[in-house]
């Protein structure tokens, strides 16, 4: 079977293997030929740590070719989306019931791909920030993979949506998303009061953000990529009194991961949320995509896709 594995020879660290052992799904697990995946940016820091023949791959979309032997879970024939641990960057791939859904027709193998990791942080972060009908939330990192969701879901659950891009050419692709405002500061006075923060970045935006935030707000934190960040005691004191800093991990709980997985499918379904793929290629060119996503490239999700015949035995 056809399958990327790390290769710290290769470019961006990955090397399609073509010798790798077909999988073998446990009772509860159905074998999913794969149809479409995506990438994310933890999986650039693991292919880095784990750099010897590490299978990756966590989000995919494909056809059942077996159902599960304890008779759970989909069909054998049925289109579903998975939250896998990894080697979803494979042709084919063992699944656990609880961690997939199966997809309407409305919803593209492409569509379904980006779900599993981004959407279900946007989707759990939002819910950990709390009910926020008619309040204001603010998303930090909003053009992302992650924050593409957080804006949308946001709008869904009735927020007033102000989205942090870090570039001014960004702009219009947050307001495209629905964001009620679009900023590129957050070092300025009365951006808020927010009562609730979604971010991605961190570094100096999280203090930042945090001043500007509402008595009792909450700040959702499930991103480090402006790097470490500094909170001071000081920075609460101006309008965020008692308000509450999460440190975010999306995986918890596991499961109900594929009951997320459908609430989140069902939106696409429905046209109440619409994931953007920023860039589609054929699976061969994973490298590239993982390229474009480390330099910050994309708008919303880089997918990859299989042929047919790739994919079933
Ligand atoms: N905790 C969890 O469970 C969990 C789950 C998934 C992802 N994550 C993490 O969440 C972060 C975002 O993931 P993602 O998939 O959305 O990544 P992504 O697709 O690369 O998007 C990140 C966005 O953040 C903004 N950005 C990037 N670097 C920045 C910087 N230095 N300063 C300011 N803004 C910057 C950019 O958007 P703008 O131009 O719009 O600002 C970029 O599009 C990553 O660190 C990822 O590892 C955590």
């Given at each position: 079977?056809r ?10 660290g ?5 010798d790798l052992?077909e999988?073998?799904p ?17 999986e ?11 299978r990756?791959g ?13 008779g ?8 579903v ?14 699944v ?38 008619g ?8 053009t ?6 957080a ?19 960004n702009?219009a692709?947050a307001?495209?998303?629905g ?6 500061s ?14 991605g970045?961190g ?8 001043r ?6 909450t ?17 609460f ?14 995986p918890?709980?596991?499961e ?20 953007r ?11 590239d ?9 994309i708008f919303?999700?880089?997918?990859l896709t299989?042929?047919?015949?790739a994919?079933?035995?």
């Amino acid at each position: 079977m056809r399958g990327f594995v790390t290769d710290p020879n290769s470019r961006a660290g990955l090397r399609l293997a073509d010798d790798l052992p077909e999988p073998e799904p446990a009772p509860n697990e159905f074998l999913l030929g794969v149809r479409a995946f995506a990438i994310n940016h933890d999986e650039l820091n693991l292919i880095r740590r784990r750099p010897k023949r590490w299978r990756p791959g966590q989000d995919a979309a494909g056809i059942v070719l077996h159902a599960a032997a304890d008779g759970s879970g989909p069909p054998t024939g049925a289109r579903v989306a998975a939250y896998l641990d990894g080697q979803g960057w494979a042709e084919r791939v063992a699944v656990p019931v609880h961690r997939a859904a199966v997809l309407d027709d409305r919803v593209s193998f492409e569509q379904a791909a980006t779900l599993p990791i981004a959407g279900l942080t946007a989707l759990r972060a939002l819910r950990a920030a709390g009910a926020v009908l008619g309040r204001h939330v603010l998303v930090i990192g909003a053009t992302g993979g992650v924050g593409q969701f957080a804006v949308q879901l946001a709008l869904a659950s009735g927020a007033h949506v102000t989205a942090y891009v870090s570039r001014p050419e960004n702009r219009a692709k947050a307001l495209e998303l629905g964001a009620h405002r679009v900023i590129t500061s957050l070092d300025e006075q009365g951006l808020g009061p927010f009562y609730a923060v979604l971010d991605g970045v961190g570094g100096p935006l999280t203090a930042q953000a945090v001043r500007q935030m509402a008595p009792r707000g909450t700040l959702i934190w499930y991103g480090n990529l402006g790097g470490p960040a500094e909170l001071r005691l000081a920075d609460f004191y101006g309008q965020a009194w008692n308000a509450h800093v999460v440190g975010f991990i999306s995986p918890d709980p596991d499961e109900t991961k594929g009951e997320d997985l459908a609430m989140l499918a069902a939106l696409v379904a429905n046209g109440q949320l619409a994931p953007r793929v920023g860039l589609t290629q054929e699976w061969k060119q994973t490298p590239d995509a993982l390229d474009a996503l480390s330099k910050g490239k994309i708008f919303g999700k880089a997918v990859l896709t299989l042929p047919v015949k790739a994919s079933t035995r």
